[in-house]
């Protein structure tokens, strides 16, 4: 016992000293150090770097060692359009307070302005990252922090682009509090578990706000993606939690609020999806579940393409859309209960809150549609809302068993 505690002694006198000779390097003009690169290879491990305002020329910034790289002012870090300009190659890094530009850009190589690479421990704080290829890049990396960028890109198309963060092979990644835009997806995430995304924006991006792919146990929550190809696809993954999101003005020929294909066992909470051509499309998605959620001014609310079963859909208001639901098969196992939909025109003569005779959310005219996309002249046309009453009263072509049973009477309030 005693040489127990004289070891733990040691080891807190021994790292008292270590954190004693910590010191700040300044660079500037007029310093001792005058470049970036000069700093990190003088600094030993636990120091921290300040690097003065000013314009500095310089890439391929390699860490290699535990420091702090602060700016002050936010100093221009140029890369020239040439190569990487931070790679992050140590644990326990911090780089803050830059304005990066000019990152690279070469379409067989994945350059990015700050690269992480089989690292953990980093935070990646406050930064302008402006005309970069890949923003931040995370390569087999964790526990790590990215908080309060903002990555801006010039992208024109998907092939010439990189994505604004790009995760590949992380886990436990925090990611937070980012402006995102102009790139091809805003946020990447391949093989990335049991990590958070929130309180970004993800906006103007040519394909995805956000894009999951074969990730598991992860979460997004209060993002906003607006203005993007498609707001956010999650895609071959399990376990992804995803609540009090705003997906508003994602339109094009092909764009959702919210894309999921092969996925299971989710959460889709408190999320609104305003002014979308699709707030959601399902494809291949089992158990999921669908809760007090917000679908207004769409094209589409929800389209259920093959396999989609066993999803449960309640407390979700559905309010002037073109069409609330479409669903591209006849058989169905999804459960639609206590939601509130505006075409609703039923009664209530018990008083207690839910419609007396259950609500048909799929319409003729959505079949039709199907067939022949150009019919969508039609939509508003009293010859569409004949099809559309011929079919309520006797269905023929549109699934008999896909019924809100307890259609709610009032809109519920999300707050």
């Known amino acids: 016992m005693k040489l127990s505690t004289a070891l733990v002694t040691c080891v807190i006198i021994l790292s008292g000293l270590t954190a004693s000779r910590a010191t700040t390097l300044t660079v500037c003009t007029t310093c001792p150090a005058t470049t970036i690169r000069a700093a990190i290879a003088q600094a030993a491990a636990g120091d921290t770097v300040l690097v003065r305002a000013g314009f500095y020329q310089e890439g391929n910034l390699v860490i290699d060692k535990p420091l702090t790289l602060r700016g002050i002012g936010y100093p221009v870090v140029d890369g020239q359009l040439t190569?990487?300009?931070?790679t992050i190659a140590a644990d326990d890094v911090t780089l803050e307070g830059f304005k990066i530009q000019n990152a690279g850009h070469n379409q067989l190589k994945d350059l990015a302005a700050i690269r992480v690479q089989r690292k953990k421990g980093y935070i990646i704080r406050n930064n302008l990252i402006i005309n970069s290829f890949f923003g931040i890049y995370l390569e087999y990396s964790g526990q790590g922090l990215v908080i309060g960028n903002t990555i801006s890109g010039q992208a024109t198309n998907e092939m010439s682009a990189g994505n604004a963060i790009h995760a590949w092979y992380t886990k436990e990644v925090v990611i937070r509090d980012n402006l995102l835009q102009g790139h091809r997806d805003g946020i990447y995430l391949e093989f990335v578990t049991h990590s958070t995304i929130h309180d970004n924006r993800?906006?103007?991006?040519?394909?995805?706000?956000?894009?999951?792919?074969?990730?598991?146990?992860d979460a997004y929550f209060c993002n906003t993606f607006d203005h993007n190809?498609?707001?956010?696809?999650?895609?071959?993954?399990?376990?992804?939690?995803?609540?009090?999101?705003?997906?508003?003005y994602n339109w094009g020929r092909a764009a959702y609020g919210l894309l999921l294909k092969e996925i299971n066992d989710a959460d889709i909470l408190r999320n609104r999806f305003t002014h979308?051509?699709?707030?959601?499309?399902?494809?291949g998605t089992?158990?999921?579940?669908?809760?007090?959620?917000?679908f207004s001014g769409n094209g589409?609310?929800?389209?259920?393409s093959g396999g989609c079963d066993d999803n449960v859909f309640t407390r979700n208001n559905f309010l002037n859309n073109a069409l609330d639901l479409v669903?591209?098969?006849?058989?169905?196992?999804?459960?639609?209960?206590?939601?509130?939909?505006?075409?609703?025109?039923?009664?209530d003569l018990d008083r207690d809150g839910i419609g007396d005779v259950p609500y048909r959310p799929v319409k003729l005219f959505s079949h039709i549609l199907t067939l022949a996309p150009e019919a969508i002249v039609l939509l508003r046309s009293l010859f569409t809302d004949l099809l559309n009453f011929s079919e309520k009263v006797n269905p023929l072509y549109t699934p008999n068993n896909i019924l809100d049973n307890q259609p709610l009477m009032q809109l519920i309030p999300h707050d």
């Open 327 to 347: 669903v591209n098969g006849r058989l169905n196992n999804n459960l639609f209960a206590h939601n509130y939909w505006r075409e609703y025109s039923g009664y």
């Open 83 to 86: 190569e990487e300009t931070f």
């Open 300 to 304: 589409w609310a929800l389209q259920l």
């Open 202 to 217: 993800s906006t103007g991006n040519i394909r995805y706000g956000l894009h999951y792919m074969f990730s598991n146990d």
């Open 229 to 248: 190809g498609a707001g956010v696809a999650v895609m071959f993954s399990k376990r992804i939690t995803m609540t009090d999101n705003v997906f508003e």
């Open 276 to 283: 979308n051509t699709m707030g959601i499309c399902l494809e």
């Open 286 to 294: 089992t158990r999921i579940r669908y809760t007090d959620n917000t």
